[in-house]
Every structure is written in C-alpha cells, then in structure tokens.
C-alpha cells in the first residue's frame, strides 16, 4: 500500500514540476513587433512573430498572413499548428480560412457570430479569429504610433455552452447525492449525448497533457471547457470518482451498452488486479513520452474522438469496436483496464480519501 501511495505521489511530482516549467517558459516569451516592413503597400507576417502569447489548443497556431494596404486581411494560410488532429484538421482548409479575407478591425471576429467555426473545433476556431484579431491590433498600434494594449479583448463570454454545461453537471450532482439509479442513468444519457456527441469533451490523456505543457485555451472564450475539465478533477477529487462514474460519455456509453446483454463474463480477481495495472503503466509511459516529445497528440490513444467525432483511421475504429463490442459482456472494460486518464482519476480520488479520510 505504502509503495503504491509513494508511485502516486511520484506521477503527481512529475506532473506538477512539467506544469511548473511550462508555466515559466510561457513567461519568458517576447512579443514586442517593429514597424520593419510595413509599408503603404500591405505587411506580409507570420502571426508567431507578432502575437506568439495567443495560442490554440495545442500551442501557437502558426500562419502567413498578407495584409491590404488599408490594413484588411488578403490572404491567410495555416503553416503550422499542434491542434489534436481529429478536432482541428478543417483549420486548414480554404473553407474556413477564407472567411477572414477581407475583415479589418471595423469587422467582427467573433466565432459563433461573425465567424462559423468547425464542428467539435470550437477551441481551435476561436483561437485563429483571437490570434488574427491580436496581430492585426498590435500592427495598427505601431502604424498609428502607440502602444498596443489588450483593453479590447474579450475578457469573459458566458454563452449558452457554459449554462447548459452548469445545468448538466449540477444535475449530476443531485443525481449524485440523492443516489437514484434513475436519475443517474438519465444523468449519463444526457451527458452521452451533450458532453459526448455534440460537444466531444471529455477528460482525456490529450486534454491532460496540454494541462501539464499549460498549453491552455484562451479562459475568456472558453469558460465552458473551463468549467467542465475544473468540475470534473476538483469533484472526483472531493467526491472521488465522481467524473468516471456520473461525468464520462465515454464510461456511460459502456454502461448502457452492458445493460443489453444482462450477463457479464466475469474473470478472476487475480486477473482483474493484473489488467487494472495497464492502467498505471500507460499513465507513467504516456507522461514520460509527454514530456520528453512536448506534443500532447502523441497521448491521444483513447476511443474517445473516434466514438464521437466519428472520425479515425482502420486501426482506430477497429479498437474502438472492439472496447464497445466487449461491453456488451463486460462492465466498463476501457475505464477499468485500459483508461490512462481514469488512472490518474483514480489518484486523485485516492488522494482525496487521504485528505478527508473517506473510507
């Protein structure tokens, strides 16, 4: 028991000196921008140069940007980014881009109103708008010979997705303490279908590392996934497995896929115990390889995206099917053996019962 604690307490170590050191870099970063090259004839610019403090989900979104000589958008292209693939692929594509040719600063560069963002890719749209909007505020500064400040900017968006997503997750708290199975079945529908299906959030090994790189979305246009990710830690850490068990579309999804076939293949305790430490392998392997690769796409093994984005590759829909195919004879199979992200849940919900000394 003792060396199991020490391992936890190792894995949040790590964790928090990776948070730590990101945290510092992040601050070490320079963006002051010269009125070298631009002319009364347009300004050609990568938008790392001029704003590389806004950053998407997995980073800075990089892009060449050509601007009108009245100081609108010509052209713009994607050159680099570090967005999850199975979210962001559209934020390359002429399609959405082109929505930008022609905006200046008199237009608006709100994602839902003056610009459609990409479906499941709310986080990554919102963060091309803000780093364009950023860039093409810090040039007109310099052209007009005074300092840019960041007074304009949003600085907090309370839009439907953020009610609908404290409606849901104080519903599963009622569901919670009132302990009927009733409304923790239909808690779980509508977070399969909400939080699964429409929204595609979850916390997984992907969202848990840009945590730990503290590569995180802009707070003010994305206080919902704020939120749901601070909600779905803090109560499992208080409640202790509050977001596996009432949270996850993904574990819910397994819960009512077993309920169709009502006899379970069971296995020994041995082997149960045995499968359960994959989970704790993967956690230490997909850190170290977090860390050392400083890409947070190289965790993103889970079924999750593939099940409710519908996209992935042959490989990962036939993992995918294989894990629901198993929950029709098995309780949970991906959360209880093979869920990274539930491995570190579950160090939280044990930290927690050290902490108020919950049995």
């Known amino acids: 028991m003792r060396r199991k604690y020490f391992l936890n307490i190792v894995i949040l170590i790590t964790i928090l000196m990776a948070i730590g050191v990101n945290i510092y870099q992040g601050d070490l970063s320079d963006n002051e921008i010269s009125d070298e090259g631009i002319t009364s004839e347009g ?12 950053k998407g989900f997995g980073g800075h979104i990089e892009m060449l940007v050509t601007l009108e000589r009245e100081g609108s958008i010509k052209d713009v292209r994607v050159l680099a980014h570090s967005e999850a693939s199975q979210y962001a692929s559209g934020i390359t594509e002429p399609g959405f881009l082109d929505q930008f040719k022609g905006r200046s600063l008199r237009d608006g560069f709100i ?38 400040t960041r007074e304009d900017r949003q600085v ?52 848990l590392g840009n945590i730990f790189l503290w590569r995180l979305p802009d707070p003010g246009s994305n206080i919902a996934w704020y939120v749901f990710i601070a909600t779905g830690l803090t109560l499992t850490f208080l409640l202790g497995g509050f977001y596996c068990s009432y949270m996850c579309p993904f574990g819910g999804l397994q819960i009512f896929l077993n309920k169709i076939f009502r006899s379970n293949i069971d296995i020994t305790p041995a ?59 098995h309780y949970r199979p991906f959360c209880s053996y093979f869920c990274a992200a539930g491995a570190f849940l579950e160090i939280l919900t044990r930290l927690g019962r050290k902490v108020f000394r919950r049995t």
């Not at 300004?43 to 806004?54: R, S």
């Open 156 to 207: 907090l968006s309370l839009d439907e997705d953020f009610y609908i997503t404290v409606l849901v997750i104080t519903f599963l708290l009622i569901a919670f303490y009132l302990k009927f199975n009733w409304l923790r079945y239909t808690g779980l529908f509508i977070s399969i279908v909400y939080f699964g299906f429409w929204k595609a959030n979850f916390i997984s090994m992907s969202n």
């Open 43 to 54: 300004y050609t610019f990568n938008t790392k140069d001029i704003a590389p403090e806004e």
């Open 271 to 329: 082997l149960a115990r045995s499968l359960r430490r994959i989970r704790y392998f993967s956690l230490w392997i997909l850190i170290i390889l977090l860390l050392v690769l400083d890409n947070s796409n190289i965790v993103n093994y889970e079924p999750f995206s593939t099940v409710f984005l519908r996209r992935g590759s042959i490989v990962a829909w036939a993992s995918a099917l294989i894990i629901l195919i198993l929950s029709l004879f």
């Open 111 to 148: 994602v839902g109103e003056d610009i459609d963002a990409i479906t499941h890719a709310t986080i990554s749209s919102k963060a091309v708008a803000r780093i364009l909007e950023t860039c093409l505020q810090k040039i007109d500064a310099v052209k007009h010979d005074r300092e840019y």
